[in-house]
């Protein structure tokens, strides 16, 4: 299968998304987010007249032992894009089940938005959480940030989709049926119940101020593409 040069060229948005230059990082963002939308509603013309017969699966590295937060962004992300992630703790990886570009580009996104709430959050540690905290109470604003930053991110996800969705109505029973099976394939997978999480107020509140910063554009029209400096 010959690569979709629409994808390749949001991989290469995302990575320099995760730039250190801050300006550079937030326009790429906007860039791959402004093609993704307008791709999403081309991949919806192109899967109206030629169903899909199956789903895809792309592996994405995490840690085995996934922290609450990372586990609610692989569910945001998920939904925002028509998937379902499953996480295999033996191996480290995550995999998303989905059609089409769909996965691949719930993959990258769900590596792209690790790695920037990653970011965010050690430098929120750096400037407001002191070296003489305990570490207890530093990890709980480390997670308490997360949190915080996730709940934004994914509140702002579905806004996206609710604008921009993803699938054409009448390709939902249709994808929905394959990521069914290719599950059903995979055999029986665990729900992990999560535990009640204590929270530091602060550090959450500052992790949701933080979570509007990253790079979720909300789409197409004719004002995005006017500012559109990168085309499909």
């Given at each position: 299968?010959?690569?979709?040069?629409?994808?390749?060229?949001?991989?290469?948005?995302?990575?320099?998304?995760?730039?250190?230059?801050?300006?550079?990082?937030?326009?790429?963002?906007?860039?791959?987010?402004?093609?993704?939308?307008?791709?999403?509603?081309?991949?919806?013309?192109?899967?109206?007249?030629?169903?899909?017969?199956?789903?895809?699966?792309?592996?994405?590295?995490?840690?085995?032992?996934?922290?609450?937060?990372?586990?609610?962004?692989?569910?945001?992300?998920?939904?925002?894009?028509?998937?379902?992630?499953?996480?295999?703790?033996?191996?480290?990886?995550?995999?998303?089940?989905?059609v089409g570009a769909d996965v691949q580009?719930?993959?990258?996104?769900?590596?792209?938005?690790?790695?920037?709430?990653?970011?965010?959050?050690?430098?929120?540690?750096?400037?407001?959480?002191?070296?003489?905290?305990?570490?207890?109470?530093?990890?709980?604003?480390?997670q308490s940030y997360y949190l915080g930053?996730?709940?934004?991110?994914?509140?702002?996800?579905?806004?996206?989709?609710?604008?921009?969705?993803?699938?054409?109505?009448?390709?939902?029973?249709?994808?929905?049926?394959?990521?069914?099976?290719?599950?059903?394939?995979?055999?029986?997978?665990?729900?992990?119940?999560?535990?009640?999480?204590?929270?530091?107020?602060?550090?959450?509140?500052?992790?949701?101020?933080?979570?509007?910063?990253?790079?979720?554009?909300?789409?197409?029209?004719?004002?995005?593409?006017a500012r559109r400096t990168i085309t499909?």
């Amino acid at each position: 299968m010959e690569p979709n040069p629409i994808i390749e060229k949001i991989k290469k948005l995302l990575a320099l998304a995760n730039s250190s230059n801050e300006h550079e990082a937030a326009l790429a963002a906007s860039h791959a987010q402004r093609l993704l939308s307008e791709h999403n509603l081309a991949m919806a013309d192109i899967e109206a007249a030629h169903r899909p017969d199956k789903a895809d699966k792309v592996e994405a590295n995490v840690s085995k032992t996934l922290p609450k937060w990372l586990r609610i962004l692989s569910a945001g992300v998920s939904t925002a894009f028509d998937c379902q992630a499953v996480h295999y703790p033996s191996s480290g990886k995550m995999v998303f089940i989905g059609v089409g570009a769909d996965v691949q580009i719930a993959a990258y996104t769900f590596a792209y938005l690790d790695r920037t709430t990653r970011k965010l959050c050690a430098n929120y540690m750096k400037r407001q959480v002191g070296e003489t905290v305990p570490n207890r109470h530093r990890e709980l604003m480390r997670q308490s940030y997360y949190l915080g930053a996730i709940t934004t991110i994914n509140q702002r996800l579905r806004e996206q989709k609710q604008q921009t969705p993803i699938t054409p109505g009448a390709l939902v029973p249709v994808k929905a049926g394959l990521i069914k099976q290719a599950m059903g394939d995979i055999g029986p997978t665990r729900t992990v119940r999560s535990r009640k999480s204590y929270i530091n107020s602060d550090a959450y509140n500052q992790g949701q101020d933080d979570g509007k910063k990253v790079g979720i554009q909300q789409g197409i029209g004719s004002e995005a593409r006017a500012r559109r400096t990168i085309t499909g």
